[in-house]
Nanobody
């Protein structure tokens, strides 16, 4: 059983910052693409950002310029630095590890942006 563990969510005011972290087993981390997804109430889960095992990155248009995904392979960690947060960024954020056709998910961490 592969377990991804997220941390770093919380309540922040609009314009603030948070950093999400996700740990993954070393057995998969170096070869899997890692990503962050989010799901707001009443909405479908959507891709936020992805970083491949070669460190290529891709972002949803809604977060470009505000969010940064990174990975630390020796520590088996992936991060999502979120700046200039908006109310519409409120969601449960999920860590994802993907190597076709296999995908693993974390349990999610709540991010709430509110004044």
């Amino acid at each position: 059983q592969v377990q991804l563990v997220e941390s770093g969510g919380g309540l922040v005011q609009p314009g603030g910052s948070l950093r999400l972290s996700c740990s993954a087993p070393g057995s998969i981390f170096s070869i899997y693409d890692m990503g962050w997804y989010r799901q707001a109430p009443g909405k479908q889960r959507e891709l936020v950002a992805v970083i491949t095992n070669l460190r290529n990155t891709n972002y949803a248009d809604s977060v470009k310029g505000r969010f940064t995904i990174s990975r630390d392979n020796p520590k088996n960690m992936v991060y999502l630095q979120m700046n200039s947060l908006k109310v519409e960024d409120t969601a449960v954020y999920y860590c994802n590890a993907y190597l076709r056709p296999i995908a693993y998910w974390g349990q999610g961490t709540q991010v709430t942006v509110s004044s």
